[in-house]
Nanobody, 122 residues
Framework: QVQLVESGGGLVQVGGSLRLSCTAS????????MGWFRQAPGEVREFVAL????????EYSDSVKGRFTISRDNAKNTVFLQMSSLKPEDTGIYYC???????????????WGQGTQVTVSS
């Protein structure tokens, strides 16, 4: 079973950038589609981005398209989320997740990290 640990969250001003990382400490990382999700206070968890096993396919939610970039390094068992032009509405806990099947629904991802807080201040 893959175990995931996120890092890189923090406090940033509007328009700033952050790079999140998620490293797998066990399991065959390259066998999984990797996703990023986020949850704002009082809101349901929502899809942010996903990347296929060999990084040939990426998908983004409309709210982050053009501002966020997902990538992965299978040799380092790590997936990244580069976030730019951050807005207050990007505030939330960001989770990485692993799935054998992939997709935009969190129910398709059985493996989750503990989350990392991102706060965008105005």
């Amino acid at each position: 079973q893959v175990q995931l640990v996120e890092s890189g969250g923090g406090l940033v001003q509007v328009g700033g950038s952050l790079r999140l990382s998620c490293t797998a400490s066990s399991g065959d990382f390259s066998a999984y589609v990797m996703g990023w999700f986020r949850q704002a206070p009082g809101e349901v968890r929502e899809f942010v981005a996903l990347i296929s096993r060999r990084a040939t396919l990426t998908e983004y939610s409309d709210s982050v398209k053009g501002r966020f970039t997902i990538s992965r390094d299978n040799a380092k068992n790590t997936v990244f989320l580069q976030m730019s032009s951050l807005k207050p509405e990007d505030t939330g806990i960001y989770y990485c997740a692993a799935s054998e099947g992939g997709g935009r629904w969190d129910a398709a991802y059985p493996h989750w990290g503990q989350g990392t807080q991102v706060t965008v201040s105005s």
